[in-house]
Every structure is written in C-alpha cells, then in structure tokens.
C-alpha cells in the first residue's frame, strides 16, 4: 500500500494580504500627486505685463529723433512691470491696428519695429521711448497713418507668448 503524502499549500494570510495593497495603493497614489504637481508647475508659469506710464510729448520743431533725422511729432512713452512668474519678450508695438516699423528705444538699448526682441525678466521693469510724425502725409513708419493733437492712439504691446497689453494716449 502506498501511502499518499498531501501536502498543504497555504495561501498568504489575509491580514498579510491587506498590507501589500495598501502598500501599492499609497506607492501610486505618491506617484501619481508627483506627476500632477509636475504638470501644475509648468502651467502655473505666466508673463503678465503691466503698463502704468503711457503719455506723450509734443516735439514740434523737429525735436524728435529716428533713423531719418528729426521732425515734428510726438515722443511716445510707455512704461510698467513683469509681475508673472516668467520671463517675457516684448516683440512687437502696435499703434491703432498697425505695426510700429520705426526706431526707438526699451530698456535703454535702441530697437527697430521690425526686429524688436526686448526682454522683461519676471519681476523687473520696462521703459519702452518711441516718435510718431504729425505730417500731414502720414507716418511711414506706422502705414502712412495721420496723427493730430487731441486724438486718442491705442497702443499694444505685443510680447512672443502671443499676449497683447493696450494702452490708451491723448496726443497733446
């Protein structure tokens, strides 16, 4: 007679069990809230540029300067804040629909309206100094637009994330 040897096989014990589950459970959940915070992070960040200075001068006499020479007109001044959280680029100045295409000056160095690249680190100050003409014939730089004392020009400021940032100036 053979004897039959049954072997017991024991399974893991429920108590043992619940601990391995909860285990993995709270290992993904502490995985998953590191990936969100990731994505939380990288859109939280944001340029936002405050113009608080916008007026202009009247330069009658041809005491406004550009790349041609003198003439009369106005000196434009726009100035304010990066309060976001990253850095922004001022690409472009627009002046009642139409892009500025003169020469001024922001942050101190000289630009062109065409080539204007002028950064505004988060949290610091822009200065951005420009001249619009009062010929009668219009102002090249700005698609031969007429420009007169007691008119109302809106300016955009328009930076590389695509954001627009107006301003309103009475020309003296």
């Known amino acids: 007679m053979t004897t ?3 072997r017991k096989r024991k399974a893991v014990s429920p108590v043992i069990a619940t601990v391995i589950l ?3 459970a709270v290992a993904l959940g502490i995985a998953v809230a590191f990936w969100a915070s990731g994505l939380t ?9 405050g113009v608080n200075t916008q007026y202009a ?3 009658s006499g041809g005491t406004c300067q550009n790349q041609t020479g003198s003439f009369a007109g106005w000196n434009i001044v726009l100035g304010g804040q ?9 690409t472009q100045i627009q002046i009642n629909g139409v892009p500025f295409s003169g020469s001024g000056v922001a942050n101190g160095h000289g630009f062109t309206g065409t080539s204007m690249h002028v950064s505004v680190p988060s949290g610091s100050t822009f200065s951005i100094t420009f001249a619009l003409s009062s010929s ?11 420009f007169s004392s ?8 328009i930076t590389a994330a695509g954001n627009n940032y ?5 020309l003296p």
């Open 166 to 170: 107006p301003a309103s100036i009475v």
């Open 41 to 49: 992070s990288s859109f939280s960040k944001y340029e936002k540029l």
């Open 22 to 24: 909860i285990a993995v």
């Open 150 to 157: 007691g008119q109302t020009i809106q300016v955009v400021i």
């Open 4 to 6: 039959s040897i049954i």
């Open 82 to 90: 990066n309060t976001g959280s990253s850095d922004a680029t001022i």
């Open 136 to 146: 009668s014939t219009g102002d090249p730089n700005v698609g031969n637009k007429v």
């Open 57 to 59: 001068t009247s330069c």
